[in-house]
């Protein structure tokens, strides 16, 4: 349930410099299909291959910059670009009798707030091989400035998701961010200030996943465990598709009714359907459903903007970055050194939103 991580102000996020060490690439290359496999990756497909291979040996030979530009729908995306980069592209180069040197390999961007989230030695890890630290929401001049520099004189490709994060559709492409063509430009102008006539070259690659297998019992806990979070009565293992998904609707009916009301929107009554009985939405309610999902969205965007004092402008993903970074800027704080004892006790209070605790909602009665 939700509860706060961070319980006093800190001191501000620090740029992690990228650290590329050929002996820990080696290292991550032996572990990957372990990593794969944990992370539930039986079999990776690829295509296109050859012409990418054509690609990496064009940049090592110097004609060439390149610039990979990946889909992003999920968190292991970063295995399944370290198979292909790796492993994929060096079979492909065999094949076609090309000579790549090793190691293979491509520096990345990354949010900075994935340390924060995943660990220290995440960020460690990602740095050793060549990772570039990235402030999303805010202007990063040192990370932009970083990544400008090895786009164009660096020894390896670069990497950049323009979504900008995972959406968790392996189909549905999330906004595009204007930071690859951004960068892309750059690189055009500092080829041409020192004389050199490589053409940047950006690549798309597509990543998508299918479900090999399903684990229904796994399923069926998980919507238990959904319904035993919402105070729902146990409906109990459902062997039929059907009623699987009528659970999963009345728990989305459920849970968008408790934050309705947790941000202060009209409710707006359920179904009465029991809960194995609920059938898949029809075409006329499909656009009410996703009214209702908006609506909620963008009241919950409007109290986060209110509370950081930022202003509603850019596209939903835009929006949400600069109340990340809000947030960030918030808990980690750049001017602490030399604070007394009572503005550091107002830091931690405000890192925790003691500013604006008089203005939460309570769910409940008489909310």
């Not at 090793?102 to 990345?108: A, I, L, N, R, S």
């Not at 400035?145 to 959406?167: D, M, Q, V, Y």
């Not at 009985?277 to 963008?298: H, K, M, N």
Request: glycine share 8%; proline share 8%.
């Amino acid at each position: 349930m939700p509860s706060a991580a961070i319980q006093g102000v800190q001191p501000g996020l620090r740029f992690i410099p990228p650290d590329y060490t050929p002996w820990f690439h080696r290292l991550a290359r032996l572990a990957l299909p372990l990593l794969l496999r944990w992370r539930g990756v039986r079999a990776v497909e690829v295509c296109g291959s050859e012409p990418l291979a054509r690609l990496f040996a064009d940049a090592q030979a110097g004609r060439i910059r390149l610039l990979i530009a990946f889909r992003h729908p999920s968190t292991t995306d970063p295995l399944v670009m370290a198979q292909l980069v790796w492993k994929e592209v060096p079979k492909a180069a065999r094949r076609l009798k090309l000579p790549l040197a090793q190691p293979v390999h491509g520096q990345f961007l990354y949010d900075r707030g994935i340390p924060l989230w995943a660990g220290q030695t995440a960020g460690w890890m990602l740095s050793k091989l060549g990772g570039i630290t990235i402030k999303r929401g805010r202007l990063d001049r040192r990370a932009l400035k970083t990544a400008r520099n090895l786009c164009a004189h660096g020894p390896f490709p670069l990497a950049i998701a323009p979504e900008g994060g995972t959406n968790n559709h392996g189909e549905l492409l999330g906004p595009l961010e204007p930071g690859l063509a951004q960068m892309a430009f750059w690189c055009c102008d500092d080829l041409a200030a020192a004389g050199r006539d490589e053409r940047v070259v950006i690549v798309p690659v597509a990543l998508q996943y299918h479900l090999v297998a399903c684990d229904w019992n796994r399923i069926d806990q998980l919507l238990g465990r959904m319904e035993d979070l919402l105070g729902l009565p146990a409906t109990g293992a459902a062997a039929e598709p059907e009623r699987r998904y009528g659970r999963l609707i009345h728990l989305a009916e459920q849970l968008l009714g408790q934050l309705e009301a947790f941000y202060g929107q009209p409710p707006v009554q359920p179904t009465d359907q029991p809960p194995g009985q609920t059938e898949t939405p029809s075409s006329a309610e499909e656009p009410a459903f996703q009214a209702r999902i908006v609506r909620l969205r963008e009241r919950a965007l409007a109290q986060a903007e209110a509370h950081f004092q930022l202003r509603p402008k850019g596209s939903i993903v835009e929006r949400c970055h600069r109340i990340e970074q809000a947030g960030w800027q918030a808990m980690y704080r750049d001017d602490l050194e030399g604070s007394s004892a009572l503005e550091l006790s107002l830091a931690d209070w405000s890192a925790q939103g003691g500013f604006h605790r008089s203005s939460q909602h309570r769910v409940g009665k008489g909310a």
